[in-house]
C-alpha cells in the first residue's frame, strides 16, 4: 500500500466514524424526545458529559478571545452549543430523525455557500450553485412544498438549526480556530452557562426519568458525539484536508435515514430515498465546490499569523 493510498484509507475510516456517530446522535435525540426526557434533559446531559472531557483543552489554551472576542465566543455557543441542541430536539417533536439528517446538514451547505459568497469572498462556482439547486430540490420533496401536505414546523426548525450551524462554521472559517478547540469552547461555555439555569428549574425532573434512558443519552450525546465524532471528524480532515473530510457529511441524510427506520421503526419511502440521494448529491457537489476553491487560492496563514485575525475586533485605545 503506497503512501498516499494509506493516507486516503485513515482518512475515510476516520470520516466514516464522525459520519456514523454524527448521524446517530440525530436518532438518539429523536429516542430521547420519544422516551421520556425533554430537549432540556438532552441538552444538559450532552454538554455536561462533553464539558467534563473537554475542559483540558480549554484549561491549556483559554478561550480563544484573542481571535474571537466576548461575542465571538458568545456566538460559537449560541450557533452549535445548547441553545442549538434545544432548538433541534424541540423539531423531532413534529417530524422523523430521517428529515432532520437531511434537511439540517443539506440546508446547512446551502447557507455556508452563500454565506462564504457574502462574508468570505469565496467564489460562487458552478458545481456549488448545481449543490444548493440538488439541495433545495431535496428538502422541497421531503416536505412537499408544493402541496403543503408533509411540511411542518418541524422541517421549519430544521432549517433554522442549518442556518445555526452554518453560522458557526463561518465563524471557525473566518477566525481559523482549530475544530477541537471550538468545540471544547462550544461545550464548556454550555455547561457554564446552561446548566445552572437547568438545575434551578428542571434540576428534578430528570431524576424521574428511567436510569437506562439517561445513562444512553449520557453516553452517547456527550462522549460519543461531543468528543469522538470531533476527534474522528479533526483526524478525518488531517488526512483529507477540511473540505474534503467536510464532504462526507453528505452521507449524513442516507446513514440517518436506515438508523431511522432500523431503530425508531420510521417508515421509508420511495420519494423520502430520492429525496435524500438530492440532498446528499447537493452537499458533496457544494463541498467539491469549496475544495476546488480552495485548491486556487494560496496556503492559508499560519497559526501564529491567524490569532492576529478577529471576528469581533477589540476597540482601539487610541
Known sequence: MTASTKTLMSGLFWGAIAVAVLSGSLVMLRLGV?????????????????????????WQRGWALEKLGVLGVVALITCNGAPYIMVLSFGFEFAPASDAGAINPGLMAVFVGILGWIV???????AKVAGILAVLAGTALFTDLVSFRQASIGHLVFATTGGMWASYVIIVRKTNVPALHATAIVAVGSALSFLPV???LFGGQILQAPVRDIAIQAIYQGALTGALAVFAFTKSTEYLGASAGAALTALIPIVTLVMGAAFLGETVDGWKITACALVGLGV???????RSSVASRKPEMTEL??????????KSNA
Open 284 to 290: 458533496f457537489l457544494a463541498l467539491f465546490a469549496q
Open 198 to 200: 437547568y438545575f434551578v
Open 305 to 314: 499569523q491567524s490569532t492576529q485575525r478577529r471576528w469581533f475586533p477589540k
Open 120 to 126: 468570505l469572498g469565496e467564489t460562487m462556482r458552478p
Open 34 to 58: 420519544k422516551t421520556s426526557l425533554t430537549p432540556f434533559d438532552l441538552a444538559a446531559l450532552r454538554f455536561g458529559v462533553a464539558s467534563l472531557l473537554l475542559c483540558g483543552v480549554i
